[in-house]
Every structure is written in C-alpha cells, then in structure tokens.
C-alpha cells in the first residue's frame, strides 16, 4: 500500500470506533479471498446477509477463511428471527457455538416483540457472544416513533448489547431514510441527543449516506449493510481520498457540525 501522502489517521483493528459492518450475500471462497487480500484491514466484521448462511454449501470453510484474517462472521439478524419464532433459538445457539462465531446479531426487523422479551434475549446472548442489536423496521410502510428508538436503544445497550445497528435494510431506503434514500434528520437529531454514536452503527449502504455520515461525525463513525464492493471506496472517504470527503479532512481541520444538513447541503 502507497504511503508518501498524509492522511487521516485511523484506529488499528480491533478499533472501537470508525467500524465498517460488512454485508456478504453469498461470496464464494475465492471471491472472500480476493477480497481479504485487497481489503481485509478495513473490514472489521462480515454479516452473512439474512439467510444466506443457511444455505451456503460450504459455509464452515467460508467462515474459517474469514476467522483466519481475523474478522468476525455473524449471521444476518433475520436468520435469529425466524429461529425464535420456530421455536429453535437453542439450536441457533448451538449451530453459531459449533461455527466458533464470537459475534450475533439480534433483530427484530419482521418480528413483532415487546422490548422487555427483546432485552431478555439480548441477556441470554450476551452470555456467550458479543451481541449487535438491531432497532427499527424493515417494513417501508412503518415509521418507529425517534423517541422509542432511543427508548429502545438505551434499554438494548443496558442488557448487554455491544452496539446498537440503526436499520436501514441493503435499500437504504427504510428506518434511518425516507423511502428516497435520504436522512431522516429528526430521527438522527433526537438519537444522538441521547447516546453517544460510538455505540451505534448506522446503516448506511448507499454512497451518499456513507457521505452524509462522514461528513455529519467525521472519519470514526461506524457504518453498517456495506456491500463487499464498497470497502475499499468507503476507506477513501474516510480516509480523505476521495472528493466527496478531500476537502473536509484533508483541506481543512475537520470539526463537527453544530448543525445537521441534509443531504444536498440546505439546512
């Protein structure tokens, strides 16, 4: 990798902060490969997308491609869904124990639950795995009131979450957005009112939401749903190197804003 230029400094993996959440929809191994040689450092986990684990042929020698990079592997959050309404949350368990996965993801996406079963289940993960919680609908026709979202950001972090995913689905065009893909301001607003973004990760698939954040929280914001294609483009926005970002951490001092833009820059 060139290094003659400065640029922004980024925490070393395992970081805390500036997380890129992978989205995998069904690579093969030589494609996760050909990925982790050119992209590796800047993956910090890899969501085998929904179901797409279930039916990956291969998948414990997929994931100890992965594990061997050293990058995490969960399944999608749907997957844990559909295990609990069928009644086979154990077997989840056991099937995530025998793949040697350290991580989970917890949603509730398509499912309708109360939040205290929701922080229930967080506990009993939370025993074994770390634990990525997920709020917000997948359901484009369902807008979560921004005041429950903190309600049941703040009550998922208490039972043990490690961070909380704000939804957006591989559209990018629910939960955080409006069905046009752009911010739901008030949303975010009344969000990080409340909880530091160091224990969020915000779902971000499109390029101008990616955009949108860097330029919103600066280099280390955590970003979710993003798609293999997309690493190594969304390390040169954090990184500066790209004209979308170049003159905000490179040109000048990046400070944060006061006030939240939307996405065409009108306030």
């Not at 917890?106 to 997920?134: C, H, N, P, Y």
Request: proline letters at 4%.
């Amino acid at each position: 990798m060139l290094d003659f230029l400065q640029v922004v400094k980024r925490e070393p993996k395992p970081r805390q902060t500036g997380y890129s959440h992978v989205l995998d929809k069904g690579l093969g191994i030589r494609q996760v490969q050909d990925l982790l040689e050119t992209a590796g450092e800047f993956i910090d986990i890899i969501k085998l997308g929904w179901g797409t684990g279930y039916v990956t042929n291969n998948l414990a020698d997929k994931v100890a491609v992965y594990q061997k990079a050293g990058i995490p592997v969960c399944f999608g959050g749907t997957l844990l869904e559909l295990a609990i309404a069928q009644g086979k949350f154990d077997d989840y368990r056991r099937t995530v124990k025998r793949l040697n996965l350290s991580h989970v993801e917890f949603s509730t996406g398509v499912l309708d639950m109360e939040i205290e079963k929701k922080a229930e289940f967080i506990r009993q993960l939370a025993e074994d795995f770390i634990v990525l919680a997920e709020v917000g609908s997948k359901d484009e026709n369902v807008a979560v009131e921004p005041f429950r979202w903190v309600e049941e950001i703040k009550i998922l972090l208490q039972a043990g979450a490690w961070k909380v995913i704000a939804e957006a689905r591989e559209s990018g065009t629910v939960g955080l957005y409006h069905q046009t893909g752009e911010v739901r301001l008030g949303l975010i607003e009344e969000i990080i009112s409340a909880i530091d973004p160091e224990y969020l990760i915000f779902e971000a698939p499109q390029k101008r939401q990616q955009v949108w954040f860097l330029k919103q929280f600066g280099p280390s914001v955590n970003l979710g749903n993003i798609a293999t294609d997309d690493v190594i483009p969304l390390e040169t926005l954090r990184l500066g190197l790209r004209g979308d970002t170049m003159p905000d951490f490179q040109l000048k001092v990046w400070k944060p804003r006061s006030i939240i833009k939307d996405m065409s820059g009108n306030r």
